[in-house]
DNA sequence: AAGATATACCTTGCACTATGAGGTATGGCA
DNA sequence: TGCCATACCTCATAGTGCAAGGTATATCTT
């Protein structure tokens, strides 16, 4: 499996755990499994990795929490997106975007591998 | 100016900063200057982010430096991509395949703003 | 009844990264 | 002389992702 390294999805789990939230309220257990799901083969996250976004979140007014007695009779912890939340998902895509247009740019796809122009001010 | 907040660039500063360095040798003040351009009114790299990951990438092996005496008068440290300089940069340009993919398919871009699918373990 | 498995939560410690705010030194120019 | 741009470097800090643990309970298997 292709593994995105650590960095690389550095500051992109918030913006990830919004966008599942945004489908409707969810729980911690639940979202990691979505999550590996809806990006099968690419992405593996951990709960290790997911809870202590969540409990940031709820710290920033992102998301709220209810416990709920679930029909399988466990207690499960359900977020849901404040607000605030949407407003930052929002944000968040146009970050998105943003970062996108300045990798694609200055980077370049895996695929566009002819050389780029000349800098002004490099040498040969 | 519309700037990207620290962690959404967090992992990808070493690979715009191949990018550069595989259009030809240059140094630190340079680099910083030609980023600034290449992504303008976007991204504003400082040389406190960037020299720190010129010396991460040196201790990689993924550039060299060599000391050079500018036509100006100058002491400037040229660096260049070294074999595996490529490789990372290759690599990188992977990873960001990978990113971008997940990102597209979980978070969606920011004009496709109608609700998604539900997720099986979501509640209403 | 006993054990295993899946569900569901949580915590701690670590490594890594970006960044602002500093500092040093020198060449060119008014 | 003073000032600016060039060009290098360092430090402290905040924020992240993540592995590796732990607790508790419901369900299923033997």
Do not use: C
């Not at 409707?24 to 979202?31: F, N, Q, T, V």
């Not at 996108?100 to 796809?109: A, E």
């Amino acid at each position: 499996m292709t593994r995105l390294s650590k960095q690389a999805l550095d500051g992109n789990v918030e913006a990830l755990l919004l966008a599942i939230l945004e489908s409707g309220p969810s729980y911690g257990y639940a979202i990691v499994k979505d999550l590996n799901v809806r990006a099968e083969g690419i992405l593996r996250l951990g709960e290790g990795t997911v809870y202590p976004v969540l409990y940031r979140m709820e710290d920033k007014k992102l998301i709220i929490a209810k416990w709920r007695l679930a029909e399988n009779g466990r207690q499960r912890k359900y977020y849901r997106l404040t607000p605030k939340g949407h407003r930052t998902l929002a944000a968040s895509r146009r970050q998105w975007e943003v970062l996108s247009t300045v990798m694609t740019k200055v980077v370049g796809s895996a695929e566009r591998l002819s050389p780029q122009p000349k800098v002004k001010g490099a040498v040969s």
